[in-house]
């Protein structure tokens, strides 16, 4: 029988009682969309599952994403990787949701681990649904209907300022101009608001001054990352982690250099409606 055990008060559940190994059946891919819906990231421990077991996982919730800025695995565009070295250590460490900067964000992630410190590297994630409910009525009226301006260049600077950077972005970059998505948005499956700007990728808020915009933005970007409105994730290898990019953030704890750490992502088509 699967089995959820929350792990914090706003969000996060650890998913007991099933093999993602072996093939699961549709009610058992309706129980894990299920539980993500209610606990908005869901985590497995001890799941050796291949590419192939993880594209499947992943294609349960819709059609998969190839992501412009990473390499993938072998035979399987759809799954990132996500690895951290000595020579080459993480640049990401904002909180963020996956790919705002595409008109339709994605739906979900499937990220799974290979390759962990022995301490450290772990990761958090915060409920926007939380965050949205915890605002007062009178912000909550204030923010309905504003949209906010998502951009890739904002969010990859670093690596754009690389040597080579742009030329190798550059292709990316023109894939990807800046997007408005509305400030709350309504989650398509739950019914209920969220917030939806993020350090990583927005810029500004359509409409009003750049003073105006940066007070709201940096106000809604501390006010996310509450630690009531969050849940904390230790990693080992052969974890899984599944989250729903609608209604969450997340943002990976870089106190593990200078060791190796290595995850294989897969992200899901959105379906929020603009």
């Known amino acids: 029988m699967i089995t959820a055990k929350p792990i914090a008060g706003a969000l996060g559940a650890e998913i007991e009682g099933i093999n993602l190994t072996q093939s699961l059946c549709q009610d058992d891919y309706k129980q894990i969309r299920k539980l993500l819906i209610e606990h908005e990231v869901i985590f497995f421990r001890n799941q050796d599952i291949s590419p192939a077991q993880q594209k499947d996982l992943a294609h349960s919730f819709g059609p998969l994403q190839t992501h412009p800025a ?60 939380t965050a949205y409910e915890r605002l007062s009525e009178k912000m909550k009226h204030f923010l309905d209907g504003l949209y906010a301006v998502h951009d890739f260049r904002h969010g990859f600077k670093e690596s754009l300022e690389e040597s080579g950077g742009a030329e190798r972005l550059a292709q990316a970059v023109n894939d990807n101009p800046p997007v408005e998505h509305p400030v709350i948005q309504i989650h398509p499956e739950s019914g209920k608001k969220v917030i939806f700007v993020n350090s ?31 849940c904390r994730f230790s990693w080992e290898p052969n974890c899984i982690a599944l989250w729903d990019n609608r209604s969450t953030q997340h943002k990976p704890i870089n106190d593990y250099f200078p060791a190796h750490r290595k995850l294989h992502r897969i992200t899901i088509y959105g379906d929020l409606p603009y």
């Open 200 to 230: 990583l990728f927005t810029t500004h808020i359509v409409g009003i001054t750049q003073a105006e915009s940066r007070a709201i933005l940096d106000f809604l970007f501390e006010h996310i990352k509450m630690p009531e409105f969050t």
């Open 70 to 129: 990473y390499e993938t695995v072998e035979g399987f565009p759809e799954i990132t990787i996500l690895e951290s070295t000595a020579q080459k250590p993480t640049k990401i460490e904002a909180w963020h949701s996956d790919m705002t900067f595409r008109q339709h964000p994605p739906l979900a992630s499937v990220l799974r681990s290979k390759i962990t410190p022995e301490r450290g590297g772990d990761t958090l994630w915060a409920s926007m649904t």
